[in-house]
């Protein structure tokens, strides 16, 4: 259910956003309105809390996938969101099968779906630059719950694709697209 569910909210999306990002100029302006809406809610190294959504490794009698989700400590840059996990967790896991994902902000009106990726070790110096920000979003508890000596200390990118912001109770919306940096 939840499978057809996302692929038809890609079709929508598509369909919908080949119409409305014809014409750039009006794209680009709700576009970078919904990005600096999304900047306010979730960046200037604040420690978010999503929900993120995977499909577990097991399936329903009918060989169905099940929607996994939970909610993860999350810092976001860029149309990214970076989470510290433990290498060998059920979502890394998950993700390595299947890649799709959907997250949601707490309650600021913000869900969507994209990709994940193991960027690996948080000590690999290729990670260097985005470890010492999500360190400091977390500062208060990142020590206490991480164990960087170990090589299973990972971050996880979660580059959204397509995200949807609900302002003043849906009566403003934007619909965003990150790949093709318009809105739909």
């Excluded at 309105?33 to 420690?47: A, H, P, Y």
């Excluded at 996994?68 to 099968?97: C, H, L, M, P």
Aim: proline share 2%; charged share 25%; with cysteine.
């Amino acid at each position: 259910m939840f499978v057809i569910l996302y692929i038809g909210i890609q079709i929508v999306f598509e369909l919908v956003g080949k119409f409305y990002c014809n014409d750039r100029r009006v794209c680009m302006n709700r576009y970078e309105e919904g990005l600096k809406l999304i900047e306010e809610s979730c960046g200037n190294s604040k420690d978010n809390v999503i929900a993120l959504s995977t499909i577990a490794l097991e399936s329903t009698q009918e060989g169905q996938p099940y929607p996994y989700v939970r909610q993860v400590d999350a810092f976001y840059e860029d149309g990214v969101f970076y989470v510290t996990t433990w290498g060998k967790s059920n979502k890394i896991k998950q993700i390595e099968k299947n890649n799709q994902v959907a997250f949601t902000v707490g309650f600021d009106g913000i869900s969507g779906f994209g990709r994940g990726e193991n960027l690996g070790w948080v000590m690999d110096p290729k990670n260097a630059a985005i470890r010492e920000k999500v360190r400091y979003a977390f500062r208060d508890w990142y020590d206490d719950a991480n164990n960087e000596k170990d090589e299973n200390c990972v971050l996880l990118a979660i580059h959204m694709k397509k995200t949807t912001i609900f302002r003043d109770h849906g009566a403003t919306v934007y619909n965003l697209d990150f790949e093709n940096k318009c809105e739909f």
